[in-house]
C-alpha cells in the first residue's frame, strides 16, 4: 500500500468508517458481493466479517475459530426438481436396472427407477443412502469418484438446462470467496454419502474433499492378493442429518461453527446450535423466493421444505437472503 | 534472500545439486532437521520431500495431495510407562471412583484404579473408549475439553519427570515443521477418544482439532432449557484401532496419504494401505531402541507392540528410524 494513502487513512479515519463503515481494513474484499443488493442481509454479513476480524475489536476471533458450514442443496445450488445426488442415482440405478430385476418391486429403487420424486422425497436420507449403499459397493472410493466424475462432466439440472457443475448459485460463491479471503475456514454439510460431493466441491466451490461433512457409506479395509485397499460396502456407517448434524461438524471440525448458512428445516439443528454459541456469530436462511430466475418455495416443498425453521429464523432474528429482495444475480454465464 | 547469493546459486546450479542434493528449492527447511544424525534415515525423508516437491519433477505432488499422518503414542512421544490418555484417564478414575463404589469390581475399572497398566493394556482400545465415555459422559465437550487442559497443565510423564506436554520427541517435532514447511498437511492419529489430544495438540504439535483421528465418544444434540449443545454420552460411536484406521484416515481427509508414520503393529494396516499407493510415498517406523535416553523396547512391549510391523518394514524396504543410530537429541530443553 501506498504510504500517502496509509497516511490519509491514519488521519481520516474517524471520517471514513462513518463514511464507508463496510471498507474498513478488517473485512477484505468487500466489495466483491456484486450480486448482493445493498440492504441490511448484505450489511448483516459484512458487519460481521468486519466485526470477526478487527483486531483490537471485542468480536475479534483469530482465523482458527472463524468456521463457516453451508448445507449444500438449495443453500449453495438449486434443489428443484431434485437434489443433485439423486438425479445421479436415478441415473446410476437405471442404467444398472437390467442386472438387478429385484429393484422393480423395491423401494427406494422402485421410486428411483420411475422417477417418482415424491416417493424418493419421503425416503429422507436414510433412502439415499440406501441406494448409494447399493449401487456404490464393491469398489473402492477411487472408482466411485471415477464414476462421480464421469457423470457430473455432462449431466445437467433439466428445469436449467445448465450443467449441474454450473449450477452453484453466484451469489453464495460470491460469499464463499468473500470468507475465504478473510480467514474463515468453508464446510459444506450435506444429507446423503459425503464421498458424492468430493468428487466435485472443490472445482464448483473451492472446498477441499476434507470439508465436506455426510453421511457416510460403510468402507473396510481388505487385503486382495497381497494389495490393501478400501472397499465400499453396501451399508452405511453414519447417517448425518438434522439433529446428527451438529455432532457431525463437531467431529470434523473440532469446534462449534461461528457462521452458518442454511435454507430447510432439515437444517434447523445446525442453525440453532451456532446461534447459541456465546460469542459473535451469523446465522443466515436462504429463503427461495424468486420463480423467475431460480425457483420459488418454502412451506409445502418436496425437497427443501422450510416451515418451522422460517418461523423460528423470524422469531430469533435471524438474517434471511430473500432471492428477490437481496439478490441481482443469479448464476453465472456458461460457455453453452 | 541478497540477489549476489540468488546469483551465484544460479551460477553454480550444477555443482550445488551434485554436491548438496538435499538443499535443493523444492524442499524448504532442509537444514533444520538438526536432531537426525546424517545417515540413510534423514536422507530418504529429505528426497522424499524434495521428490514431490520438485515442480516439473516425475513425482511432483501438489500441496492439496501432500497428506502425512502419524501415529500418536510411541511416534510422536513416549508411551512408556503408559500412553497419555491412560495416565490421565487412571487419574481421573481415582478422582471420581468414591462416586462409584461399582467400579471396584468391574474391568476395566478395577484395573484402572489399582494402576495396573497390564489389565489396562489386555482391554485395548475398547477398554480406554469404555473409561472415557464412563468418567466424560453427562458434559459438553467444551467441559471436557476444560477438565483435559485442568489436567494436561500439570501431569508429568513420571519416568521422565518431564510434563506431558513437554515430552514430543524433538526429532519427530523437527519432522513435523519439516513437513509443514514443504505445504504438506499434517494428521495425527490416535487409539482413544480423539477429543482428548485435540485440546492440547495444536500447542504442542502445531496439528489443529480437526486434523486429529481418532474414535469418538458418542455426542448427540440435545436442546435444555431451549438452550441446544451437544451433550457427551456415555457410548462411542466408532472405534479406529488396526484395520480401522484406514477408513477413519480416508473419511476425514478424503484421501489416501503419502507419508505415514507409525511404531508398533497397531500401524499396520495404516503404514501398508499408505506403501500401496501408486505415487511416490513414505512409509516410516520409528524404533526404541535407546533405553538410555528414552525407552527401549519392541517385540514383546505391553504398550506399542512391536513385532510383524517390524518384520514387514525390514522385509517391504520401508524407512526405519532407529533411535539409536539416527537420532542424536531426543527432548527440547524445558523450564524445569
Known sequence: ??????????????????????????????????????G????????????VTTEGGQDYLPPDERIAVFSHDGTLCPEVPAPVELAFLMDRIKALASRNPRWQSKEPFRSALSKNLKGLASAGTRGILELTAAVHSGMTPEEFEATVNGWIAKARNPRL???????????????????RSNGFRIYIVVRGDAAFLRSWAE????????????????????VHKGVPELVRRPDFDMLEDGAGRPPAIYRVTGRRPIAAFGNSDGDLEMLRW?????????????????????????????????????????????????????WN???AKTGK
Chains 1, 2 share one sequence.
Open 203 to 222: 472445482k464448483v466451490y473451492g472446498v477441499p474433499p476434507a470439508h465436506i461433512i455426510g453421511s457416510s457409506v460403510r468402507t473396510k479395509y481388505e
Open 40 to 51: 441490511p442481509t448484505k450489511f448483516a454479513v459484512m458487519q460481521f466479517v468486519r466485526d
Open 1 to 38: 500500500m501506498d504510504t500517502r494513502i496509509i497516511g490519509r487513512h491514519v488521519i481520516h479515519a474517524a471520517a471514513l468508517f462513518a463514511a464507508f463503515p463496510l471498507l474498513s481494513p478488517g473485512a477484505r474484499g468487500a466489495d466483491t458481493l456484486h450480486s448482493w443488493n445493498s
Open 274 to 326: 451456532t446461534a447459541a454459541a456465546e460469542g459473535r456469530h451469523l446465522v443466515l436462511l436462504v429463503h427461495h423466493t424468486n420463480g423467475g430466475n431460480e425457483f420459488a418455495y418454502d412451506r409445502k416443498a418436496m425437497f427443501g421444505k422450510l416451515d418451522s425453521a422460517l418461523d423460528i429464523a423470524r422469531k430469533s432474528g435471524w438474517t434471511i437472503a430473500d432471492m428477490t429482495k437481496d
Open 329 to 331: 444475480r443469479f448464476f
Open 161 to 179: 438446462n445448465r450443467l449441474y457443475s454450473e449450477c452453484g448459485l453466484l451469489p453464495m460463491l460470491e460469499l464463499l470467496d468473500f470468507l
